[in-house]
């Protein structure tokens, strides 16, 4: 059971470089989320998804884009990264949004930026 | 907008004796809450969550987690805490925004498991 995967595990970015974080589930779940987490700050909300096709913001959207052409993939573009952005990123998915469904989250990239 | 405080960035117990990681929110109008817990370079792993119901939810490892309304509580506590239980515990409250489930996360209390 693979559940969900990033990519990369980890990177050391150039500042001002575009990069794109990897997330794939096997779950069929609708809702798929971004979090980035930082110390003393916990996790925080990037973009999410309710299904394919639809995304929206989170609390923390600038300098991130998202797309969601298909129902297992939601893969995280930073356009133009800043040392900022430095941080572990996590995946998460939920069978249906607006429910109060268990999130499931994946192993993380950590990025540094440079 | 809804918040979750875990006041305490850390806290000790020695293997053997009860274990209580706080949590507190604030949220407009009925509270989903979850706990997570996260070990070492991975990502978190669901605990056990409070939809409604019973006030006490048991969740995975002996873990459970008593929901008080008045005092808009959501302790974690084990009664017997296992070394292996160390690690980074967030407490989390669900709240609607448009269409999306949208959980706010705690800043996490990291558990000191000791001999």
């Known amino acids: 059971i693979a559940g969900i995967t990033q990519a990369p595990t980890s990177q050391i970015l150039a500042a001002g470089r575009r990069m794109t974080l990897r997330c794939t589930q096997d779950?069929?779940?609708?809702?798929m989320y971004w979090y980035r987490q930082d110390l003393g700050l916990g996790l925080r909300l990037i973009h999410y998804s309710n299904t394919a096709g639809t995304t929206g913001k989170g609390e923390v959207p600038d300098g991130y884009s998202v797309s969601r052409a298909n129902t297992d993939d939601f893969p995280l573009t930073l356009a133009s990264a800043v040392p900022s952005q430095t941080s572990v990123y996590f995946c998460?998915?939920?069978?249906?949004?607006?429910?109060?469904?268990?999130?499931?989250f994946g192993p993380g990239t950590r990025l540094t930026v440079l | 907008a809804q918040s979750v405080a875990q006041p305490e960035d850390q806290v000790n117990v020695a293997e053997g004796n009860p274990l209580t990681v706080k949590c507190t929110y604030s949220v407009s109008g009925n509270p989903y809450l979850f706990w997570y817990v996260q070990y070492p370079n991975r990502g978190l792993q669901f605990l056990l969550k409070y939809i409604t119901g019973d006030n006490l939810v048991k969740g995975s490892y002996g873990f459970e987690a008593e929901f008080n309304k008045s005092q808009t509580s959501f302790h974690l506590k084990k009664p017997s805490a296992l070394v292996s239980d160390s690690a980074l515990y967030f407490c989390a409250v669900r709240a609607l925004t448009g269409t999306a489930s949208k959980l706010t996360f705690g800043t996490g209390t990291r558990l000191q498991v000791t001999l």
């Open positions: 998460a998915s939920s069978p249906i949004a607006g429910s109060p469904d268990t999130q499931y």
């Open positions: 779950m069929r779940h609708n809702a």
